[in-house]
């Protein structure tokens, strides 16, 4: 059983939006249901497994209904068909306050602007959650400090958010979603609204802390590159239908359609690209020096300049597990340019 | 001339109902008066009971817990030994207590209407042309039905003035809870908030400069009704300003005059200080 299931979702907008699922299966397109039913398509039969522990990145144009389907999780926004479970729950059969029980103690949410509450010190920010459920203010406090001190926030606890710099506004932001210690982590662009050198920092600090904490966390982006950098697996929507699911190698090698193809046309290959994914079989007595399997292409192609014979792929305990050329390097690399 | 076949007789209807409220409830609209004058005389005596220079020191300090500056507290000091030094200070106290309940009453009323306002179009839609019409009839309009059914004096006064200075803080109110960001509304839902607790711990924290907004604007209003208030037997700086212009006494008039504009700056700064520091923590960036 996957952590979180999506079945075959749909969402409509309108005024009778129920009339207009049965020709979702009649695949009349988005724009011919607008035109002639003024109904327009959010979702369209979406179907996705996530599991315990991974990070699943959903991405996506703006329009593309991501930001819809990560709003379905915790039901902040209700499907029009389909089903959702969490652990094997499903989350539309729950009544009110199951749900908001389910809200306090197994997803939290990260949002795109940030939402914290100007009224509310960063201490009392991060405490919210737990204020919600009815913690005791002590123990709320001692643990919103804890979550502070790990995203690098300590000596800012009475600070109000409007004082703070929008990368430490998401920190709070982040460490208010964790201090509840959920389950489920659902980042909304949770890095979309920083600049590109605060964006690298927080995504450094989300992946440092995942190694540690091992939530499921849902992220959603319209950035290829920050979805390979720190996506397990990488779902791609494009006008509320989703178009693939895969590893971030599958989808840069393996695009499934133009959309895609369009999408990693622009992406730095090196960078999302590790040695397993293109490495060969080990080749007997070689010398030479060893990288590991899990390095991104851009990390060892400075070692090519002294060794183009080639280069010794070894497993995290250091034994030999396959040789890299300098020839299949290039060609993964270079793909781009060719098409 | 308009043809008489259209119109119609309001006047009468009126009429009508207000004796079948007369008849029919005047028990109920006494009971209602008169625990509205019990808690005016409470206040009255309380505020009375203060000696007038603890009273100097009640308000200069509230002034400071207000703005944090000692200016203020100077301003208000003055104003009040103004009004002490023109004889009127038994008459301002008088009339404090009357603003006093007003905006209490107001408060109690119009924050709840302000926010189910704020909650529902429908309602809005509703509510909006009556404060529209609250606002714009002559105060003698609805003076004179206030005394038929609370009786010549104060409760009348209170009536009248709370149906005067209401609309403002019912306004402010709903203004203030739709401005309240949709985004940090969402991220409490998403926390698993119920609707009361993300009404008193999100939306009216968010919204109390606009809340106090319409308390300050309340009190203004409440304060301008004082000399119409006093036609229907209000005590007090306005009744003093009454007689003064009956007597055609220039002076009388100008001294209770002054008093009722010390007495305005006052409420007016301290009020409108508290909503400026809830904005400067509270408000948005």
Known sequence: MSKIEIDSVSKIFGDDPVTIVPLLDEDMSKSDILEKHEHVVGLRKVSLNIEAGEIFVIMGLSGSGKSTLIRHLNRLIDPTSGAIRIDGIDIMSVDMKELQHLRQTKLSMVFQRFALMPHRTVLENVAYGLEVRGDELKSREEEARKWIGKVGLDGYEDRYPSELSGGMQQRVGLARGLATNPDVLLMDEAFSALDPLIRHDMQHILLDLQNE???????????????????????????????????????????????????????????????????????????????????????????????????????????VCGHLTLASTMDAIAVATND | MF?????????????????WLIVGYGDQFEAFSGVILRILIQIESMLRAIPWWGMIIIIAALAWHASRRWQLSLLVTICLVLIGSLGLWDMAIQTMALMIISVLISILVGLPVGVLMANSNRLRSILLPVLDAMQTMPPFVYLVPAVMLFGLGKVSAIVATVIFAIPPLVRLTDLGIRLVDADVMEASRSFGTGRLKQLISVQIPLAMPNIMAGINQCTMMALGMVVVASMIGARGLGEYVLTGIQRLDVGKGMAGGIAIVALAIIFDRITQAYGQRKMKTHGPK
Do not use: C
């Open chain 1, 213 to 319: 904490l091992h939530k499921t966390v849902v992220f959603i982006t319209h950035d290829l590159d920050e979805a390979l950098a720190i996506g397990d697996r990488i779902a791609i929507l494009h006008d509320g239908v989703l178009v693939q699911v895969g590893t971030p190698e599958e989808i840069v090698l393996r695009p499934a359609d133009d959309y895609v193809r369009r999408f990693v046309h622009n992406v730095n290959r090196s960078r999302a690209l590790r040695v397993e994914a293109i490495m060969g079989d080990a080749v007997p007595l070689f010398e030479g020096p060893s990288i590991p399997r899990s390095s991104f292409l851009e990390e060892i192609l400075p070692k090519f300049v002294s060794n183009e014979d080639g280069l010794v792929v070894v497993n995290e305990d250091g034994s």
């Open chain 2, 3 to 19: 043809p008489e076949t259209l119109e119609w007789p309001l006047e009468r209807w009126v009429n009508q109902f207000l004796d």
